[in-house]
């Protein structure tokens, strides 16, 4: 099975910054990733699929990029409201792994 | 903007069976596929599973022979039962929309806690 692993696992900034979180698989890919925000108690958001397309109505200071092994989501000129833990889904095989998460906290 | 909610017990006894029913609201079950992820307490995300209306399944090996996941299209409802449940299974069971295998789940429920203990 293809493993993610998602670094790094705690991340603190500033409103304004940009910060970029990875998601590594163990083997190469196509593209089949997706980017989710989940907030305490809430149930998760999909931002992005196809590991760049951004959902709509998601702001457009977050995209992603990537290819192979490796991809990014980064956020550009944080707000307040982005403090959350973010994960990235490993797409259209099986199973369908989830990254251990990135929690996100806003200085 | 569809919406899902789940529904079943809160608390089942270890060695016990699992039941959870999502309930969509509206007609679109045959065209999407349905799925359940689960968050064990101050932990990630886990894949559970999906189905697709046609009753074509795609389930987490880590569960084993345990899951069956259903559809019942004509009550706009999917359902989720994890039998022989141990007090690992305690989680909250997100259910979830999957537009297709390669875009993620983008409408979701708001989730039901369901805590293993006898």
């Known amino acids: 099975d293809i493993q993610l692993t998602q670094s790094p696992s705690f991340l603190s900034a500033s409103v304004g910054d940009r910060v970029t979180i990875t998601c590594r698989a163990s083997?190469?890919?196509?593209?089949?990733l997706a980017w989710y925000q989940q907030k305490p108690g809430r149930a998760p958001k999909l931002l992005i699929s196809?590991?760049?397309t951004l959902q709509s109505g998601v702001p457009s200071r977050f995209s992603g990029s990537g290819f192979g092994t490796e991809f990014t989501l980064t956020i550009s000129g944080l707000q307040p409201e982005d403090s959350a833990t973010y994960y990235c889904q490993l797409l259209n095989t099986s199973p369908l792994p989830f990254g251990g998460g990135t929690k996100l906290e806003i200085k | 903007q569809v919406q899902l909610q789940e529904s079943g017990p809160a608390l089942v006894k270890p060695s016990e069976t699992l039941s959870l029913t999502c309930t969509v609201s509206?007609?679109?079950?045959?065209?999407?596929?349905w799925g359940w992820i689960r968050q064990a307490p101050g932990k990630g995300l886990e894949w559970i599973g999906y189905v697709y209306y046609s009753g074509s399944t795609n389930y987490n090996p880590s569960l084993g022979g345990r899951l069956t996941i259903s559809v019942a299209t004509s009550m706009q409802q999917f359902s989720l039962r994890l039998t022989s449940v141990t007090a690992a299974d305690t989680a909250v069971y997100y259910c979830a929309r999957l537009v297709g295998p390669t875009t993620g789940f983008d409408s979701w429920g708001q989730g039901a806690l369901v805590t293993v203990s006898s």
């Open positions: 083997q190469a890919i196509r593209g089949f």
């Open positions: 196809a590991a760049s």
């Open positions: 509206d007609d679109s079950m045959k065209t999407y596929y």
